[in-house]
């Protein structure tokens, strides 16, 4: 294994509504799942490779529920990164040198695609919830800040998921926003319109650990 760390800012968009239910290990809103992620990382490194600077993600699908597996992945990197920057994410993302997002990441999505090396544009506020991600030939991604029914004012709502392995930053939360467009083309494609987004600062690495927990057995008696 290599020694690895990153951190910087993340995106999570998908099709499921605004509150993914996979945050709270419930079914996605549609019954299967379509999405993206997207980090630009701003200090990380595998081994000896510097990573600071590097904007990469991926396209995903699964059939149902994240936990059922048989999931599909398109990687993708910046075109302006250098071939070992281009295979250290590759490196990293395949879970193959620790971190347990990463290592779940890649049982439950078998189906890898050929990696798309184009130019990423990404745009990241995370005060007020709002950015974008294009990946030229691949993604487009615009995501705004929840609104208020009546008057439409933003709306903002955290997700904490303690000893969680996705959101691994400060207080390990995101920020929840709107997927307002979300559009993929090439070997997974969909279209997504007011999905969800999280939005988070994150870290990961193999250094990086994350709480285990124990299932609460609750004994009902009945007569």
Known sequence: MTDWHIEGEWFKNCNCDPGCPCDFNQRPTKGFCAGMVAMRITKGHFGDVDLAGVKWGGVVRWPGALHEGNGELVPFVDSNTTKEQRNAIFELASGQHGDTFFQVVSYICPTVHEPVVAPVEFEFDLENRSGRVRVEGLLESDVETLRGIEPPDPYRILVRIPGGM??????????????????????????????????????????????????????????
């Open 166 to 223: 996705e959101y691994t930053g400060p207080n390990n939360e995101a920020e929840t926003a709107l997927a307002k467009r979300l559009r993929t083309q090439g070997a997974v494609e969909f279209e997504v319109e007011n999905g969800h987004s999280s939005m988070a600062l994150v870290h990961h690495g193999s250094d990086v650990d994350t709480a285990t927990f124990e299932p609460t057995v609750v004994e009902r008696a009945f007569g």
